[in-house]
């Protein structure tokens, strides 16, 4: 794993290829796309997660972190950013995936408490 320290000037780091960057819509940290979950606000109005990156409809990015999750999901931003209303079981979905995001993430580091 690489820490990557936050600089604002980004210096002349060679040897990187163009990676595609997307912006978590919670936090607003620019990231390499597969460091963030797509969301889709589908069909019907229906958000999902998108994990493939392939379902048409307008997308959204989180990052890992809970906190984006639940900034998204329950603060509204992903309700803004797709300019969709969330049902009850869309949210439900995603607080799911986030909650096994979580997990694996947490999978060493393991805390409790926080629901
Ligand atoms: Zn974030």
Redesign the pocket.
Known sequence: MKALKKTSSAGGTSGHRHVPERT??????VKPKRELVRLVCGAGGVVEVDTLGRKPGRGAY??H?P??WH?GVNKGKLEHALRSRLSAESRAGLMKFAGEIRDSEAASSRMGGVR
Do not use: Q
């Open positions: 978590c819509v919670a936090c607003h940290e989180l990052c972190s906190e984006c900034k």
